[in-house]
């Protein structure tokens, strides 16, 4: 009989920076870029495009805006928790997690290779410290999220849930049934993020099958929708994350529209969805790490 | 052969709904959810005295085992309930990934499954089920014979940790299980010894393997029948105990003979120790409307059409 290889609650200390200066917050953006792009150039494949357009977000979840115990456990409980669920973006997420201090920053290097807890798409399989749930697959994470929600009112713990979602994801049914009950049923502990960059793989959103104005969908199932233009800029992230966290607990989710950059801060991957799944060759890897110079330290 | 007396025909799915109310009262961590179906799953009692842990998600399933996958992770042990079909092939793709391969604690419960359901036809009537949820690592898939096993089968499921498919179904059928007993999941019941033929038979199919056997001693045929509740883990250790005794085997199960019961009892046959097997299943079709035990003569899944089968397995038995 098969028997994953996971245990069921596991957890490794982590350093956590207080209070971090915005300097050291925009450091730490740029090495995050470079350990992107640095990971899918070496295995020839992955992710780049969504993940630099959303690693200012993480940057500004994981270390201003989260409130995050020092030992990481399944269960979440007294602390707030998130949920990727366009899973793809893995590579920020892994290392935002890495550089946070979840597990070592040299395991990086392992992306996407045979034995390697950092699958392509994250999974909890292999008990990668701060990952609870498997994606990839989409428009699955918002219902984990509500579900997450709803135990932390169970539990009577008054920390928040937040998940992030990239926006051609919404094409995905399972979202609309998601988002109709966290509505209905008034799940206020739930920040949920939208990653409006409008690129999927096949275009632009609009062209392939278009999202409208996303906002209003929210709004009409009932939610808090707060549009954030500068998705990009760390400092608006934080005052929008801090703005959305100020109206949970009164009776709607709230949803964030954030529109970014899709391969934000590499020049040649901005603004088109032609990075959305392909890695860098050798000289496309210097440009980009040209342009991001080494700030933290490369793994 | 040892007998077994109905104590009063009963639904399966009502032994579930009795099984989460005894939950409800033993364990403050089991939560219920429901697609619009609460009146089908008979979990009207847990629902009145545990409104806090109960969400209704109405015509929604894969959210629904979306939300049942985030609430393990806050330490909750979720019960999904709706009709089979809609546990399974509708969702399976939120099963694998967000359940299975995620590791949840999630029961799925599985109500109407089969032809059993009868007059709303093949729409409904879902007989992949057990094929498509034994093939996902990790998930154990248990179909239970009677008010009395799934009632047991429904506490021993929240005991155990990891994702599980609890099927049962809609119509009274005999109750004939004890009413005291533990359920152990991965343990076939030997109900009745005998020599020449094993009858392996799970779900609705059990009793009539009972009525079967009783049929066949009068012509002279010992049947040792065994009821596996669950399919997977297959209790291939009791099995093969059997089989060496008897040299043959017939399954008997409500589902397609493809993916089934009687596939998992053939690999395991093969692998071991093969002997001649005859499936009573259903035959790579779908279902239709009609009342359940009319569908059941029909395609072939009664105490008849079990009978035949081992008198045809016997001709094969060197």
Not at chain 1, 116 to 137: E, F
Not at chain 1, 142 to 162: E, P, Q, R, T
Not at chain 2, 196 to 219: F, S
Request: glycine share 10%; charged share 20%; hydrophobic share 40%.
């Amino acid at each position: 009989m098969y028997k994953p290889k996971i245990a069921v609650t596991f957890s490794s200390e982590f350093k956590n920076i207080i209070m971090p200066t915005l300097q050291e917050l925009e450091e730490t953006v740029v090495q995050v870029r470079r350990d992107i792009v640095r990971m899918v150039h070496k295995v020839n494949s992955g992710h780049p495009g969504g993940s630099l357009g959303c690693t200012e977000f993480f940057i500004a979840l994981y270390y201003e805006v989260m409130e995050l115990k020092k030992t990481f456990s399944m269960d979440g409980i007294g602390e707030d928790i998130f949920f990727l669920s366009n899973g793809h973006i893995s590579p920020v997420y892994y290392s935002v997690l890495a550089r946070k201090g979840y597990f070592p920053i040299k395991e990086l290097n392992t992306f996407r290779l045979l034995n390697s807890r950092l699958q392509g798409h994250p999974t909890t399989h292999d008990g990668l410290p701060g990952v609870r749930i498997a994606s990839g697959s989409l428009g699955q994470g918002m219902s984990v999220a509500i579900g997450a929600a709803l135990a932390k009112k169970l539990n009577g713990d008054d920390h928040l849930v937040y998940s992030l979602h990239g926006d051609g994801e919404l094409q995905e049914g399972q979202n609309w049934e998601a988002i109709m009950y966290a509505g209905s049923k008034k799940v206020d502990n739930l920040i949920a993020t939208i990653d409006r960059n409008e690129q999927q793989i096949d275009g632009n959103t609009e062209d392939v099958m278009s999202l409208g104005d996303v906002g209003a969908k929210f709004r009409v199932f009932g939610w808090d929708v707060i549009e954030l233009k500068e998705g990009n800029d760390i400092k608006a992230i934080i005052q929008t994350m801090k703005e959305a966290k100020s109206r949970t607990g009164k009776g709607k989710p709230v949803c964030i529209i954030m529109h970014t950059v899709m391969g934000n801060g590499v020049d040649f991957m901005m603004h088109t969805h032609a990075w959305h799944g392909k890695a860098p060759n050798d000289e496309q890897l210097a440009t980009a790490l040209a342009q991001n110079p080494e700030t933290l330290g490369d793994y | 052969m040892k007998k077994y007396i109905d104590q009063g025909k009963k639904d399966t799915r009502s032994g579930y709904g009795a099984g989460m109310t005894e939950l409800g009262r033993s364990n403050p961590k089991v939560v219920a959810l429901c697609a619009d179906l609460v009146g089908s799953l008979k979990i009207e009692q847990f629902i009145e005295e545990n409104p806090e842990r109960f969400f209704q998600v109405g015509i929604a399933e894969a959210n629904m085992m979306g939300i049942a996958a985030g609430l393990t992770v806050g330490g909750y042990i979720p019960f999904t309930g709706t009709f089979a079909n809609f546990s399974t092939g509708r969702v399976y793709d939120q099963i694998r990934q967000s359940i299975a391969y995620s590791d949840k604690n999630v029961k799925i419960c599985a109500s109407h499954a089969g032809l059993t359901l009868g007059e709303d036809g093949a729409t409904h009537q879902i007989l992949e089920d057990i094929g498509m949820m034994k093939m996902l690592p990790g998930m154990t898939v248990i179909n239970t014979c009677d008010y009395n096993q799934t009632k047991a089968a429904t506490l021993a499921i929240a005991e155990h940790h990891g994702p599980v498919y609890l099927r049962f179904g809609r119509p009274k059928v005999p109750n004939f299980t004890a009413t005291d007993q533990q359920f152990e999941i991965g343990k076939a019941i030997v109900l009745s010894e005998g020599t020449d033929v094993t009858i392996v038979a799970t779900g609705h199919l059990v009793w009539e393997a009972l009525v079967a056997a009783e049929a066949l001693e009068t012509q002279g045929v010992s049947a040792e029948v065994i009821n596996i509740h669950t399919i997977k883990p297959l209790d291939e250790k009791a099995l093969l105990a059997s089989i060496r005794k008897t040299g043959c085997v017939v399954t008997a199960e409500e589902h397609n003979f493809l993916g089934g019961l009687g596939e998992s009892v053939s690999r395991t046959l093969t692998q071991h120790y093969p002997v001649p097997q005859e499936f009573v299943a259903v035959q790579d079709t779908f279902g239709e409307s009609g009342t359940s035990d009319q569908l059941m003569e029909k395609y072939g899944l009664n105490n008849k059409a079990i009978e035949k089968a081992v008198l045809q397995v016997l001709t094969r038995k060197k």
